[in-house]
């Protein structure tokens, strides 16, 4: 499909080469219409999932009583393998930035459940239904929530591999949580779907009024539902007026009434490759050349990271849009089966590597 791996070269990246050139999901149907990536976004983020997928909810109370919500995908049962086993490896799915359970992501659950895996939905304080506990929300970079969800999945299930995939915006936190905790992450693999590399930079470029509006107006919907409780520390008449995501972003998090700070620093701490070269886990990145969402790819792909690191793969694509992917057969996404394709290449790497070297596998 014209597509392109860059990363650095090494033999984990032959592998990776070989098993996704024999896997179908870069090959078959075409999206009629190649050269529309708004078409092709709009196609993929609102069509429903098929079938509706049936979630658990999990509330998990942080150390300062703040609460994320994990939401299991249990169903629908009659789909093969689902449920997984003891040992099935748990896939922890990240929504984007602004909490927006799409329905390809939620399709992404569904196909990861119908081939064993066991899929979790990770909701950061107040998005999705999420009840909002203390008057604080989560920065685009900060991955303190996620480190507790991690922790207690690896509690659960402590004998299973753990994965992890983002969408669109929301890749801002997984590669930042990466990059924070090194070796100690304690994921065994994770991908990105049209990742936002450069989060300053995508903010005050802003995006094509037909994603940014509707993205805002999700925001004010869910922030407006907490107008008692962030008011002591926002302005909520400012916050709610933004007519941009750059300025509801400044306003929820660098003027704040106890803690105000300036837009530079906030990026010091938030940006997603900060720590880009602590990162120990193998990432996949699939992004596409026209993602009118993340920008032309001169200036939003860091090209120079896919080559100098062991760990960081990009797959390139000329067409698909930003999350869209599209194809004509069922399944609608193509990168789905990719990513789910990397994973078992992954695991597969790893256990031959523990049979040559004659590793005991971790407990």
């Known amino acids: 499909g014209h597509c392109r791996l860059l990363c650095k070269p090494s033999a984990l990246a032959q592998h990776l080469v070989r098993s996704l050139g024999r896997s ?88 990861a459940l119908e081939r064993g895996f066991i899929p979790v939905i990770f909701n950061r304080r107040g998005h999705n239904g999420c009840p909002l506990t203390t008057p604080r929300l989560q920065p685009f970079g900060d991955p303190g929530d996620l480190r507790e969800a991690v922790t207690y999945l690896r509690c659960r299930h402590p004998s299973a591999s753990l994965l992890a995939v983002s969408e669109g915006s929301g ?28 989060g300053r930079d995508w903010f005050e470029a802003g995006m094509p009024w037909l994603y940014e509006w509707p993205l805002l107006l999700h925001l004010k919907q869910g922030l407006s539902r907490y107008v008692g409780a962030l008011a002591e520390v926002v302005d909520m008449d400012r916050l709610l007026g933004s007519r941009s995501l750059w300025e509801l972003e400044e306003t929820l998090f660098c003027r704040t009434r106890s803690r105000p700070t300036s837009w530079e620093c906030y990026w010091e701490r938030n940006e997603p490759l900060r720590d880009a070269d602590e990162a120990a886990v193998p990432v996949l990145c699939l992004c596409s050349a ?56 992954m695991a597969e790497f790893l256990r031959t590597e523990e049979r040559r070297k004659g590793l005991p596998r971790p407990r």
Request: some cysteine; hydrophobic content about 40%.
């Open 171 to 198: 890749s801002g936190l997984l590669l930042s949580y990466l990059g924070e905790s090194g070796s100690s992450s304690r994921l065994a693999a994770a991908a990105c779907l049209s990742p936002i590399f450069r």
């Open 290 to 345: 026209d993602d009118p969402v993340r920008g032309p790819p001169a200036r939003s792909l860091p090209r120079e990271l896919f080559r100098s690191s062991p760990y960081f793969f990009l797959l390139l694509t000329p067409h698909g849009g930003h999350c869209g992917f599209p194809r004509r057969r069922p399944g609608r996404c193509w990168a789905h089966e990719a990513v789910l394709e990397y994973f078992r290449a």
């Open 24 to 111: 179908a999901a870069l090959r078959g149907g075409r999206w009629p219409w190649p050269r529309w990536p708004q078409l092709q976004m709009l196609w993929q983020l609102l069509q429903p999932p098929e079938p509706e997928p049936v979630v658990a909810r999990e509330l998990l109370q942080l150390p300062d009583a703040g609460v994320v919500a994990l939401d299991w995908l249990v169903g629908p049962w009659g789909a093969a393998g689902g449920g997984g086993g003891v040992s099935s490896p748990v896939l922890l799915l990240i929504p984007n930035a602004a909490g927006k359970v799409t329905g390809g992501l939620q399709q992404l659950g569904l196909r």
